[in-house]
């Protein structure tokens, strides 16, 4: 994880995961917009698949867009993307936050 965090530091200027002193932490709206922002860029220093960062960036997106959306089509884009995530992955439990997404839309 520290090297993660210096790597982004390095090479983004981005501070990950950083507690800061009664505020939680660095991870705010503007550090998940960058991270996202540069797919190729947070998947080498990560080590996760590229179109995994992408899949996730355009989830995040549609959830946030207030626009009408194919409610049939994003849900299978979702579901798609869990099961990405669960078969590459399989050794890092999903994260609480991206199951209550795939609960929200299946719901």
Known sequence: MRRIQEQF???????????????????DGNTARRFFSDPEKAANITGLKKELIERCATILRVLSCGYEIDVDA???FCLETARSYVAEYQWYPMPPAVHKVNFTVNS
């Open 9 to 27: 530091r390095s090479e983004t200027g981005l501070l990950i995961d950083i507690v800061k002193q009664g505020h939680g932490t660095t991870n």
């Open 74 to 76: 994003f849900r299978k």
